[in-house]
């Protein structure tokens, strides 16, 4: 039985909420009276179909149902979880959080976008209070992962536990304020920076475009893989934080920004920051540039992947997570029918992948293959340990056939037989499939390796033993169609 969530309003945050559990397998129940409810969350929800299934490296599981309900207690009906995310007043919270008491679940919990209120706020008076907790995302929710879960003391041990659990099960990254305060953390980063924006354009020092590119182009990458204070102790150089702020602390005192003073939001102000936006980007759609930013945050979280770092990290984790679920096995004794071609990739062919054609470039289809290899060895036993005690598998030669085209968000999967499987040597067969279609196949001799001498030696005896146990029972399987096959040679 499928999750069930309860979205309360459904603005861009709501919307996006409604996106992030959905796509994560989860039955989702929207609550808003706003008639456009259905067509704002259907845009964003088109957005996050496009971008979040091809993040990782992993397909997601099968979508969940969505569903808009005219009255509360019926979107509440069955939800573990329910997201408010109504206006920011403080009145209108309490009498959603009041109807909440009557309809949903002891054991729910109920979280708030709110990107200001103090959950001690939030909480004043509400019989439901111990399930009420602060969980403020970022926009887009279904791509940024952070949530600040911000707890009080009215709040159980089970409760937060859950949220956490919950929070980690559709990717995100619950970062626990354990001692509450207005505008929690990161909104009052962004609001120290804000403010100084706003003056350097009241006093004609910048203008939008030009705030914006010494933020993409400079502090903003560095901040997006390393944060605040790991930037800095990089930049003490070897002697590392302390050093830092010996060099730079005295600066401090120094008058460079204007953080206790806002300009006044004059309508000459408001008319100069809306025609240089304008200006700058104006000749987007908002729409077009959501996608454009989607792309490009996909982009450097897939980046930051690749180093295992970061929301990199994150993701690989919840990889993982899903990996389990789809049912690729961590160790060849785990396979539950061995006289059959294995599971090893199932993921969604991300927008990265593309060429000029509009299609899955050749050299993916190398990258697919080659990641099932990779999946392939852990399963015998050659992982990370393994090559690091210094033997590993090196590919010797490789034939690819593609045999049909594939797009951006096709779900595919690979499945690996072994043709040979003794000695140093290991023949793979793998199959690359969306649905019944047979897209392309791979076949790949490897030579067991010696990391210490570069040269071909027997692996361990438990890998062999491992690669033997499947060789022998694949033996019985006809031969794939195209083995053996050289370029241009009929079938």
């Known amino acids: 039985m499928r999750k069930q969530a309860a979205i309360i309003g459904g603005g861009v945050i709501g919307g996006g909420w409604a996106a992030r559990f959905l796509l994560n397998g989860w039955d989702v129940r929207v609550f808003d009276p706003d008639p456009e409810a259905e067509r704002k969350i259907g845009e964003v929800l088109a957005n996050a179909r496009r971008s979040l299934p091809g993040l990782g490296n992993m ?3 099968e979508e969940g149902r969505l569903s ?6 019926e979107a509440c009906a069955g939800a573990s979880w329910v997201q408010e995310s109504v206006p ?7 009498k959603v959080y009041a109807q909440l008491a009557d309809c949903v679940a002891a054991e729910a919990v109920i979280g708030s976008s709110t990107s200001g209120y103090k959950p001690s706020e939030l909480q004043a008076g509400m019989a439901n209070a111990h399930q009420i907790v602060v969980t403020h995302p970022f926009n887009p929710v279904y791509l940024l992962p952070l949530i600040e879960l911000v707890s009080t003391e009215a709040n159980s041990a089970d409760v937060i536990a859950t949220a956490k659990e919950v929070i980690s099960g559709i990717g995100m990254y619950p970062l626990h304020l354990k001692k509450e305060i207005d505008a929690h953390i990161a909104d009052r980063f962004l609001e120290a920076v804000w403010r100084e924006a706003l003056w350097l354009i009241n006093d004609g020092i910048a203008t939008t475009e030009e705030i914006d590119n010494a933020i993409r ?9 390393m944060g605040l204070f790991e930037t800095y102790r990089v930049a003490g150089g070897e002697a590392g934080m302390r050093h830092f702020i010996a060099q730079f602390g005295p600066c401090l005192s120094w008058p460079w920004t204007k953080l206790m003073d806002v300009p006044e939001l004059t309508d000459e102000l408001v008319d100069a920051i809306a025609d240089q936006s304008d200006a700058q980007s104006g000749m ?25 770092w970061g929301a990199g990290a994150l993701q690989n984790a919840h990889d993982k997570t899903l990996r ?9 004794d785990d396979i539950a029918d061995l006289s059959q071609p294995v599971l090893t990739l199932h993921r969604v062919v991300p927008l990265d992948w593309l060429d000029y054609n509009g299609h899955m470039t050749e050299s993916r289809y190398l990258q697919a293959f080659a990641d099932s290899t990779d999946r392939f060895m852990e399963m015998i036993g050659c992982d990370a340990d393994y090559i690091a005690s210094g033997g590993s598998y090196f590919t010797a030669e490789t034939h690819i056939r593609h045999l049909d085209e594939v797009h951006a968000g096709a779900k595919i999967t690979v499945r690996t037989q072994v043709i040979l499987g003794e000695g140093k040597k290991m023949h793979l067969w793998h199959e690359m499939c969306e649905g019944a279609r047979v897209l ?18 027997p692996p361990a005896a438990q890998v062999e033993a491992a690669l033997v146990k499947i060789a022998t029972a694949h033996a019985s399987l006809p031969a794939p169609e195209g083995l053996g096959r050289a370029v241009g040679a009929p079938r």
């Open 59 to 61: 397909a997601l599981p």
């Open 68 to 73: 808009f309900h005219a009255d509360l207690s």
């Open 88 to 94: 920011e007043r403080l009145d209108t919270k309490h």
């Open 217 to 225: 182009y400079g502090f903003g990458i560095r901040w997006a893989q």
């Open 284 to 308: 987007h759609s908002i729409r077009e540039l959501e996608r454009i930013r989607d792309d490009n945050l996909v982009g450097m979280m897939r980046a930051l992947g690749a180093n295992d």
């Open 324 to 332: 389990a679920g789809a049912g690729i096995v961590g160790h060849v």
């Open 440 to 457: 392309a196949t791979g076949e790949h001799m490897l030579l067991h390796v010696d990391l210490a001498t570069r040269r071909a030696a």
